[in-house]
C-alpha cells in the first residue's frame, strides 16, 4: 500500500494532465469545450465503475488491499464529476441560471445528470472516517446511493450519443455484472442466514 497509494493518485490525475496538456496544444479539436465535457465526464463515469468493482475484486479475487483504495477513487470520481459539471455550468450555460432551469427540465440526460451530481454531493461529503464514525449504520444506508448514481450515470451517457451506442453498451454491461454480483452475494448470504 505503501507504494500502491501514490500510484493510484497520479494515474487518477493523468486524465486531468493529458486534458490541460491537449488544451495547451490545441489538441482538443473543433470544439473544445464540447471534448473537455466528454472527457471530464467519461472519467466520471469509468472511475465510478472502477469505484464499485473494488467488492467483488476483494470477494472474488481475494484482493484483500483492494478495499482501501475504494474512499481515494471515490473522491476522484466526484473530483471528475464536478469538473464535468462546472463544465456546463461555466463553458457551456456562462453561469445564465433561467438557461441551465431550462436545461435540466427539457432535456433528459441533462436532469439525470443533474440529478447524479446532487446525489454524489452527499457520499462526498460523508466519505472521512469521522463522518463514518458519526453516522454509524446509516453510513452504508446513506453509500448504497451510489448504485442509483451509476444508474443515472449510465443513462446521461448513453442519452447523449448519437450514434455510436457502443460504448454506452459496454457500461451498461459492466455495471450491471457489478451489480448483479453483488445481489448474487446478498441472495447468497440471506440464504445461508435462512438454514437452521
Request: glycine content about 8%.
Amino acid at each position: 500500500m505503501r507504494f500502491l497509494k501514490p500510484t493510484v493518485f497520479i494515474a487518477c490525475l493523468l486524465p486531468l494532465g493529458l486534458l490541460v496538456w491537449d488544451a495547451f496544444h490545441d489538441g482538443l479539436g473543433a470544439n473544445p469545450i464540447e471534448a473537455i465535457s466528454h472527457r471530464t465526464g467519461d472519467w466520471t463515469l469509468r472511475l465510478l465503475l472502477i469505484t464499485l468493482a473494488v467488492t467483488p475484486a476483494r470477494r472474488l479475487l481475494g484482493w484483500a488491499w483492494a478495499p482501501r483504495l475504494r474512499r481515494m477513487l471515490g473522491l476522484f470520481v466526484f473530483f471528475y464529476a464536478c469538473l464535468h459539471f462546472l463544465t456546463w455550468l461555466v463553458l457551456d450555460q456562462f453561469f445564465d441560471w433561467g438557461e441551465i432551469v431550462k436545461d435540466i427540465a427539457k432535456r433528459p440526460y441533462i436532469s439525470v445528470g443533474f440529478t447524479a451530481y446532487v446525489l454524489l454531493l452527499p457520499l462526498a461529503l460523508t466519505s472521512t472516517r469521522g463522518m463514518m464514525r458519526r453516522l454509524g449504520r446509516h453510513w452504508a444506508r446513506l453509500h448504497r446511493l451510489v448504485y442509483v448514481i451509476a444508474v443515472l450515470g449510465v443513462l446521461h451517457y448513453a442519452w447523449q450519443v448519437k450514434a455510436d451506442y457502443r460504448l454506452p453498451i459496454v457500461y451498461a454491461v459492466i455495471l450491471a455484472l457489478l451489480l448483479g454480483e453483488r445481489l448474487a452475494w446478498w441472495r447468497g448470504g440471506a440464504m445461508i442466514g435462512r438454514r437452521p
